[in-house]
C-alpha cells in the first residue's frame, strides 16, 4: 500500500516535509499492530491536527484490565471511527481491533491493501436466505474466537455509516454476533461475551454533503456513476474535510451473553432488542453535542430554544458553511438546506422528521 501512488499523494498532501518519514515508518513492521503503532498512529495525528482543532476520548475506569470485548460504535466515517478508537487504544495499552467492513469498500487494489491492514475481516453485503445465515454463522464463530484469544472486534452498529444522524442499533446484527453463543454448551463458553459500546461525534459531519444527499434521493455535483469511485471519493473526503472538535467516548461494558439467560428460557427477540436498546442509550449518553447541532436544531424549527450554546459567530459560520455545502447538492436549494439541517439537529432531537421540521424561513 505504501507504494500505491494515490497513498502516497495523500500522505504528501497532509504531511508535507514529513510524508518520507511517515511512509517508511513501517518499513520494519511485521504485523498489523505494528503498522497501526507506527505508521497508521503518524498518520492520523498528522490528520488530526491538519483538518480538526482537536480530538480527545475518555474511557471507563479501570479500562486497561478489561478483558477482550465487541466494541459495537456509531459509524460517521469509513477510516476515521476505527482510526481514532485505535488511536485511544493504544494510548492505553490495549490492542487494537478486527474491523468489520462491508464488500463494497473492496474496490480497488490500494483499499484492499489498506483494510488487510486494518485487520479487516469482510461482510458481503447482498446475500440472502442459507448464504446469509452461513455468513452469519462464520462472522459470529470468527468474533467469539477473537475474543477468547485476547483480540478484541469492531463492528459499526448498523451497515453502513449513518445517513441521517441517527445512531440506531440494527437487531439483526445482534442477533447475527449471538449466533456462536447460543450455539455453543456451556462448558465450551468459558468467556462471557462483553459489547462495549463507542460514541464518536465530529463539530462538522464528515461527509455531510453526501449523506443528506443520499437522505432525500439526490446526487451530488460531479458525483461519479461508478460505485468504486464514490466510494473512494467518500473515504477521501472523511479524511481531507475540516471537522471541527471530535471526541470520542468508550463506554462501560454490557453483559450480552453468559448462557445463563438462555438456561433460564428468555425470549431470544426480547433480549435481542433489550440489548439493542441499552447500546442506543450507552452511545447517546456518550455522545458530543457539538454547538453546530444545536444551531441546526434551532435554525430548522425557526427557534431559539437552545441559544445559550452557541454565539452570534458561531451561528453566521455554521448558516454560511450549510448555504455553500447545499449548493453541492443537485436539488432545490430549500430540500438541500434542510437535509443538512436535519442531518446535524438529529443528535438533540432523535424524533425529528424532514415531515415534521418547521424551516425558519
Known amino acids: ?32 499492530l505494528e503498522f497501526q503503532a507506527t505508521l497508521g498512529k503518524l498518520f492520523l495525528d498528522v490528520i488530526v491536527a491538519k483538518t480538526s482543532l482537536g480530538f480527545e476520548y475518555q474511557v471507563p475506569a479501570q479500562f486497561r484490565e478489561q478483558p477482550a ?3 459495537i460504535s456509531n459509524h460517521r466515517d469509513i477510516v476515521l471511527d476505527t482510526a481514532l478508537l485505535n488511536d485511544a487504544l493504544i494510548a492505553n495499552g490495549k490492542p487494537v481491533p478486527h474491523v468489520a467492513i ?21 461482510i458481503r453485503r447482498e446475500l440472502t436466505g442459507k448464504q446469509l445465515y452461513e455468513q452469519s454463522r462464520r462472522v459470529s464463530e470468527f468474533v467469539r474466537n477473537a475474543i477468547g484469544r485476547g483480540e478484541p472486534v469492531w463492528m459499526a452498529q448498523r451497515p453502513g455509516r449513518t445517513k441521517d444522524g441517527a445512531d ?9 454476533l449471538l449466533l456462536a453463543y ?13 459489547v462495549t459500546p463507542v460514541a464518536v461525534s465530529y463539530e462538522i459531519e464528515p461527509c455531510d454533503v453526501f449523506k443528506a444527499a443520499a437522505g432525500i434521493g439526490a446526487e451530488t455535483k460531479n458525483a461519479s456513476p ?27 461494558p454490557i453483559l450480552a451473553d453468559d448462557g445463563e439467560g438462555r438456561c433460564r428460557g428468555n425470549n431470544r427477540a426480547d433480549s435481542i432488542a433489550a440489548l ?5 442509550q450507552e452511545i447517546a449518553a456518550g455522545y458530543r453535542i457539538w454547538s453546530t447541532n444545536y444551531l441546526a436544531h434551532d435554525l430548522l424549527h425557526g427557534s431559539n430554544e437552545f441559544s445559550d450554546r452557541y454565539n452570534a459567530d458561531e451561528q453566521a459560520a455554521f448558516e454560511s458553511y450549510v448555504t455553500r455545502r447545499a449548493t453541492e447538492i443537485v436539488a432545490d436549494p430549500k430540500d438541500a438546506r434542510v437535509a443538512l439541517l436535519s442531518l446535524y439537529a438529529r443528535p438533540v432531537d432523535p424524533q425529528s422528521t424532514l415531515a415534521s421540521a418547521a424551516v425558519a424561513s
Not at 462491508?102 to 469482510?122: E, H, K, S
Not at 440506531?168 to 447475527?176: A, W
Open 168 to 176: 440506531k442499533t440494527e437487531p439483526g446484527l445482534l442477533r447475527m
Open 102 to 122: 462491508g464488500d463494497n469498500l473492496l474496490q480497488t487494489p490500494w483499499m484492499i491493501a489498506f483494510y488487510r491492514l486494518c485487520r479487516a475481516f469482510v
Open 1 to 32: 500500500m505504501v507504494a500505491e501512488p494515490r497513498f502516497r499523494r495523500l500522505v504528501r498532501t497532509f504531511a508535507g516535509p514529513a510524508a518520507e518519514m511517515i511512509l517508511h515508518s513501517a518499513d520494519a513492521a511485521n504485523t498489523e
Open 276 to 280: 439493542a436498546q441499552r447500546v442506543d
Open 69 to 71: 470485548c465487541l466494541f
Open 226 to 252: 461508478d460505485r468504486a469511485r464514490r466510494d473512494a471519493a467518500h473515504i477521501v473526503r472523511g479524511i481531507l474535510q475540516p471537522k471541527g472538535r471530535i471526541a470520542l467516548t468508550i463506554r462501560p
Open 182 to 194: 447460543e450455539r455453543a454448551t456451556p462448558s465450551e463458553n468459558d468467556a462471557p461475551l462483553y
